[in-house]
């Protein structure tokens, strides 16, 4: 009987498409008994197949946040239990014996199934009605950069030079043959020395960037971070239904709090503005409060695929703004995603709509790691 020693050589790439993610890893097994042909056969790679799943979804969690990961190993049975539903579509891509040091290099491609893993970590949590969870609004804009302006560096010298002159009297001796004898005589006279000197000093100064924003699709980020949450138990709004319930008495409209951020080189929101939004909110009873954005700060064609793919910067913090001071208790990003597609429209649409559902599974994860409904 053949025993399998697996060790993990690389991950080669991850790819998220709508509610999967694909992953294509590189595993070594050793073994002790046996002999292998240039290929191993169905029978091999069938005994090894529950320790590919378990590298797969390894792989999958490490680019998950430690959230995710604390609610896995709370569930790690459950997980283990499901994993054949889990990871899926096992491709053997490539397949090396190594002789001399009797080991199987594999490469293999899977699937792991976003949703089955989300559901098996909202069952573990509290049970809550329709209607029942945390009132959670959120103001999370996207944003493209509609112009950008380089500076190019500015370069200051300063040069001192020093020159000196040197006179000095000399005397000298001069003995001068001739056919006849010799004769000396004494020479009078000056000798001039003259030495010079520069020095160089400089500064360079660099401006930064300047970016000018315009607003991004809303509509579709909104619709998708209420799905993720409302799925998870929250009661979610947008800010727009916020501002425009007469209730809530708002000080700011959408508009205005989209102008704020649009115009912000730091991708905040003002005080003044950020303690209009929370009063609002709280008025209305809302507990959490998410505010962020994400920014499409990348668009170039992909050598690939000859589409356009598109890069976007997300980052989001959820408040507790019914306690003092609004203390942050969850907080997202700075991480990217990004779209693909033949169309640059497309590929913007897929990336937004990425982002939104991996911002909102992350601030889920992190509030429930925490014990917050």
């Known amino acids: 009987m053949l025993r399998f020693l697996i060790a993990v050589l690389l991950g080669l790439a991850v790819t998220l498409t709508g509610s999967a993610a694909s992953l294509r890893v590189t595993l070594e097994v050793g073994y002790e008994t046996g002999l292998f042909s240039d290929k191993p056969n169905d029978e091999t790679r069938r005994r090894i197949l529950p320790m590919v799943k378990q590298e797969i979804f390894k792989n999958y969690l490490g680019r998950a946040d430690s959230s995710t990961v604390t609610l896995v190993e709370r569930n790690r049975d459950e997980i283990n239990r499901r994993l054949d539903d889990i990871v899926t579509?096992?491709?053997?891509?490539?397949?090396?014996?190594?002789?001399?040091?009797?080991?199987?290099?594999?490469?293999?491609?899977?699937?792991?199934?976003?949703?089955?893993?989300?559901?098996?970590?909202?069952?573990?949590?509290?049970?809550?009605a329709s209607g029942q969870g945390s009132p959670f609004g959120f103001l999370i804009l996207p944003r493209l950069q509609s112009d950008a302006k380089s500076f190019d560096a500015t370069v200051t010298k300063n040069a001192t030079s020093t020159t000196k002159l040197v006179t000095e009297r000399v005397l000298a001796d001069q003995v001068k043959e001739s056919d006849g004898g010799a004769s000396e005589r004494n020479i009078e006279g000056n000798k001039v020395t003259m030495s010079a000197s520069a020095k160089t000093s400089g500064a360079t100064t660099r401006k930064s960037q300047q970016a000018k924003w315009r607003l991004g699709n809303s509509k579709n980020?909104?619709?998708?971070?209420?799905?993720?949450?409302?799925?998870?138990?929250?009661?979610?709004?947008s800010y727009d239904d916020i501002a425009s319930d007469p209730?809530?008495?708002?000080?700011?409209?959408?508009?205005?709090?989209?102008?704020?951020?649009?115009?912000?080189?730091?991708?905040?929101?003002?005080?003044?503005?950020?303690?209009?939004?929370?009063?609002?909110?709280?008025?209305?009873?809302?507990?959490?409060?998410?505010?962020?954005t994400m920014d499409i700060d990348s668009i170039e064609q992909d050598r690939g695929s000859g589409?356009?793919?598109?890069?976007?910067?997300?980052?989001?913090?959820?408040?507790?703004?019914?306690?003092?001071?609004?203390?942050?208790?969850?907080?997202?990003?700075?991480?990217?995603?990004?779209?693909?597609?033949?169309?640059?429209?497309?590929?913007?649409?897929?990336?937004?709509?990425?982002?939104?559902?991996?911002?909102?599974?992350?601030?889920?994860?992190?509030?429930?790691?925490?014990?917050?409904?």
């Open 89 to 128: 579509n096992i491709e053997f891509l490539d397949e090396q014996v190594l002789k001399d040091t009797r080991r199987l290099r594999i490469t293999v491609r899977a699937t792991v199934n976003d949703n089955i893993v989300s559901a098996v970590l909202a069952a573990s949590g509290p049970k809550v």
């Open 221 to 237: 980020v909104n619709a998708s971070v209420v799905k993720y949450l409302s799925e998870a138990g929250y009661e979610p709004s």
């Open 247 to 292: 209730e809530c008495a708002a000080t700011f409209k959408l508009r205005d709090v989209q102008q704020d951020f649009l115009t912000s080189e730091t991708a905040e929101i003002s005080a003044e503005v950020r303690f209009g939004v929370f009063s609002a909110a709280r008025k209305c009873d809302y507990k959490f409060f998410a505010i962020g």
């Open 307 to 373: 589409g356009v793919r598109v890069r976007v910067a997300v980052n989001i913090q959820v408040h507790d703004i019914k306690r003092p001071r609004n203390p942050v208790v969850v907080s997202v990003g700075p991480v990217f995603f990004d779209g693909l597609d033949r169309q640059e429209e497309g590929a913007i649409d897929q990336a937004l709509l990425k982002s939104a559902k991996e911002a909102s599974q992350v601030i889920v994860s992190q509030l429930r790691a925490k014990g917050l409904q």
